[in-house]
């Protein structure tokens, strides 16, 4: 069903604790679905929070960081609807050797008192970095980024110092490069510079329509009702390895079903996925193939 007639949300007002343009994908995902009238949590710094160059470092883990932006934005703004993102950037969860990026959106109703999340993975984000001296030629680096479509943070590569070093954040001009990594060479202890994406959502666009799959997929969720309750939010809670071996019996590494949980209540729904059945081959079992 589309649309916001059946969303219990329809004519609610919240924000969205954002300073990095998020608001561009989130609104429209939300009205579209639930008729909510979001706002941006006005004079909210998420970059108290943690930031991505490092010089504020997150505490905590990403669905408490979340939930924290989340629940400022709400009392700063009023309202009892908050939304909030956090993303995580580094080696592939699945493939280390490849670039990979953790996405988590929160969706907190105050008046129900429940917190509903999405996550994803973006199996390639626009992530990458460079180490490199002042004459070096930065042009390959910069092309296989897509900049200026993706802005570069510049900074001392290594220095005792690290805070008090040149920190050049959101560039997206190439003429004011060549000066930048003189200065940050002349900080730096080994006298080289570290280049790297800025992966803040409104300097790279990749990420920015990554989290637009994800407010879509999580104003889904928040469209789904409990069973049980009624409570928005049901959902993937969990997963079961419940596909037994063919030649043992045992109970081997496959996922076989997704479990679905309420966000309120105890309720749960355990789901085969599409096109399993309830027998695995041998190569996934750790009794025969350990």
Request: proline residues 6%; aromatic residues 6%; hydrophobic residues 40%.
């Amino acid at each position: 069903m589309t649309g916001s007639a059946s969303s219990p949300y329809r004519g609610w007002a919240g924000t969205i604790a954002t300073m990095h343009g998020k608001e561009a994908v989130i609104y429209a995902a939300f009205r579209e679905r639930h008729g909510l009238h979001l706002i941006v949590s006005r004079g909210l710094d998420t970059d108290a929070f943690g930031t991505f160059s490092g010089e504020t470092p997150r505490i905590g883990s990403m669905m408490a960081t979340a939930v924290a932006k989340a629940r400022s934005g709400m009392a700063k703004m009023g309202v009892p609807i908050g939304i909030a993102s956090e993303g995580s950037y580094g080696p592939h969860p699945a493939i280390p050797l490849l670039p990979g990026g953790i996405e988590l959106m929160v969706f907190i109703d105050a008046e129900r008192d429940i917190v509903i999340s999405e996550h994803l993975i973006d199996d390639a984000p626009i992530y990458e970095h460079a180490i490199l001296s002042p004459g070096d030629d930065l042009k390959p680096f910069l092309n296989r980024i897509c900049f200026p479509k993706h802005a570069v943070i510049v900074r001392a590569h290594r220095a005792k110092h690290l805070a008090e070093a040149p920190l050049f954040k959101g560039v997206t001009s190439s003429a004011s490069l060549p000066q930048m990594l003189i200065a940050c060479a002349e900080a730096s202890d080994d006298g080289m510079v570290l280049v790297q994406t800025d992966m803040r959502a409104h300097f790279n666009s990749r990420r920015m329509e990554t989290l637009g799959r994800l407010a879509l997929a999580l104003a889904e969720r928040v469209a789904q009702r409990c069973p049980a309750c009624g409570t928005p939010g049901f959902g993937k809670v969990d997963i079961a390895r419940e596909r037994r071996c063919v030649d043992c019996g045992e109970f081997t590494t496959e996922v076989s079903r997704d479990v679905l949980g309420c966000a309120k209540c105890s309720f749960q729904d355990r789901r085969l996925r599409p096109n399993r059945d309830e027998i695995s081959d041998p190569r996934f079992c750790v009794n025969c193939n350990p």
